[in-house]
């Protein structure tokens, strides 16, 4: 926007015309804004603050368009808060002023190549059965169970599996039995 097209603005008030600077002219409102700094060195501290505090919204609010408002926008900050804590570092009243370390010393974090490492599995493991062995129910006692269910509606007691057998079941036989009415399948 150029200054003929803020001209056909109709003014009605000195706040439209702070407003239309602020937003239309954000770098010359700054340097209007921004004192010398004979006057600056005579302000107490808390003056100070709020001389950079007030800078510092103002750009924040107003300054995006530019880089150099930006840079303007954290010099400030920075010496707003050095104000506020009572630091001993020193304190200007523009970035004009300041040397060029004014900011903190940015040393860059060397990089080191790490070997990378294999994660531990988080949470539970599977649990590995090839260490336990199911032996397999004895297809004689199943039938015993299924036919004693339909027949007598109850299950077959160990001695009348061997009676109907007519011989003395196997170790293996009677494992399955106790398995089998313990799962009660």
Do not use: C
């Not at 924040?60 to 368009?65: A, I, K, S």
């Not at 001993?88 to 860059?108: D, E, F, H, I, M």
């Not at 109850?154 to 109907?164: A, H, N, V, W, Y």
């Amino acid at each position: 926007m150029t200054w003929k097209d803020i001209l056909k603005f109709k003014i009605k008030s000195p706040q439209d015309v702070k407003r239309l600077g602020n937003e239309y002219a954000a770098e010359d409102m700054y340097e209007a804004k921004v004192i010398d700094s004979d006057k600056y060195n005579l302000l107490s501290d808390v003056e100070k603050t709020k001389y950079h505090s007030s800078l510092y919204t103002f750009l924040r609010n107003y300054g995006h368009e530019s880089k150099e408002l930006g840079e303007n926008r954290q010099f400030h900050y920075t010496m707003s808060v050095r104000l506020r804590r009572g630091s001993n570092r020193p304190t200007y009243n523009r970035l004009s002023n300041a040397p060029l370390g004014w900011k903190r010393r940015q040393v860059p974090k060397p990089k080191k190549a790490k070997p990378k490492k294999e994660k531990k599995k988080r949470g539970r493991q599977p649990f590995s059965q090839s260490h336990i062995k199911i032996e397999p129910i004895s297809y004689l006692i199943i039938d015993y169970f299924k036919m004693w269910e339909k027949k007598y509606n109850r299950q077959p007691t160990l001695e009348e599996i061997k009676d109907e057998e007519g011989r003395p079941l196997t170790s293996d036989e009677e494992n399955s039995y106790y398995r089998y009415k313990k799962t009660g399948n």
